[in-house]
């Protein structure tokens, strides 16, 4: 069935534009022609992309820490409302408050669904990417399992391909009914240096495509260095979504810093720099219906 | 090219009995029902397997500690030397270590590579459950890193797929080469309720069927419980592989305790014994040559 479908749908695929939302530019340039003149074999195939600020919203607060502050009412020290917001509870347990909890909850901003918030341009090279035999893998600072609940619906990429901070658990088995508790302890923090240890661990080989936009993602970036295509997401755009991250002048902000030495740092290496405001003909799905 | 191949070898596909080294019998029942009735959608189809004792021999030591002994000469404590063969070096300099001694290293008693000292039935098993839509993972109590240097060869499974004991790595970077280093602490041990742990971290989701041979997979099996198949194999045949595990009165064993109690919640709750003696018309795929 599957099949019959891609046979019917190719004649299709070829008229389709690829990455419609980007606009011409060096940005674009690069990401087609890193997979035009690949030669890597399938299974080489992988790429690593950030997710807060990369590929969706990460302003004004990540939205674990929404949320972790809604469950808990700890405002004062988000570190505590995100370890106790995600323990003493089962692994199936906290990803259906989670699950119900985006349901509801809405971005301040837009009045919409934090799910809502992706960049439509970022999903569209999910599926370039994909389409052209890559293995796509979210590598987020953030919780791992918080990621998960969505990753699969939202961005195409299944739980186990989801990379982040882990707690944790401990296993359970009562009356023949079996539970992972988690634990206020973290395995690993995958922000900095982080980021490519956690690659290691979850993926066991270097990719050759990693995206993100802030400093935490610059070990990550570093890892794949002489591996492929670097990109970074530089949020210039504070008409259509944020400006802020430091770099080139940019105003400071609490959370996605794009200092001043990543950027020169991914100028020396390479590494390109995609402008929102520039590179990205619509940022939203929504804003084409509207 | 990959669809036309598949096309053309189609008819071909539907010849070829499924399954070949499999005697009829209860075992080979369990699973062709199990994978016949499945209605699990494709996302869900997840499955997991120990990999010493249950995929190959770990007679009389774990391939892996033979390893660590090998390039350690420590005899006197196998965790002493597993953490010093592992440990003191990057990840990929440690990869490189285990293939090239993988090359030369043979087995005692068949005088054979230990890659070829895997069951052809559970190879062949695998592989139809693959054919079927099902995602396979090793859950191996051993070394993440050590299987995954193989496991993509000698099992078609690929290293993201590969869940294992994970030792702590820190990322380095200097004139421009990045490193993962290997550090002497363990973030996870995967054995008993560690398999499960294990799972949720690396897959993030249960398995509908798990397969082991120890007690060190019991919470494994127990976590898969009410959700599809469960399979122990039993190594009951001294003749063509060993036999030990204490269970129905084998001879216990230094590795692979395959307990009375283990022996019996199998029982009560339905979880199918693997005698490699009546189930397996072949143990390895040489038999077959010679």
Known sequence: MKLLISILLFPLMLICEDLPSWNEGPAKEAIVKFVKESTLPLEE?????????????????????????????IKDDIYKAVAKAFSGMSVEASSEAVKKWLKTAR??????????????????LLEYLRKNGFKTFIVTGGG???VRVFSEKVYGIPPEQVVGSMGKTVFTFKDGK?????????????????????????????PHAAFGNSDGDRQMLEYTQNNGLQMLVLHDDAEREYSYGSATGLPNSKVGTFSESLYQEAMMRGWTVISMKKDWKHIFSFEKKE
């Open 107 to 124: 971005h301040p901003r837009w009045d919409k669904p934090y799910t809502e918030l992706t960049y439509l341009p970022m999903l569209e």
């Open 45 to 73: 195939r992988i790429a690593v992309f950030d997710n807060d600020g990369t590929l969706w919203v990460e302003q004004p607060l990540y939205t674990q820490v929404v949320y972790a502050i809604d469950q808990t009412g």
């Open 144 to 146: 791992q399992d918080f």
């Open 178 to 206: 079996s539970d992972l508790m988690r634990e206020p302890k973290l395995l690993l923090n995958t922000n900095y240096g982080g980021k490519p240890e956690g690659i290691h661990l979850m993926i066991g080989r270097r």
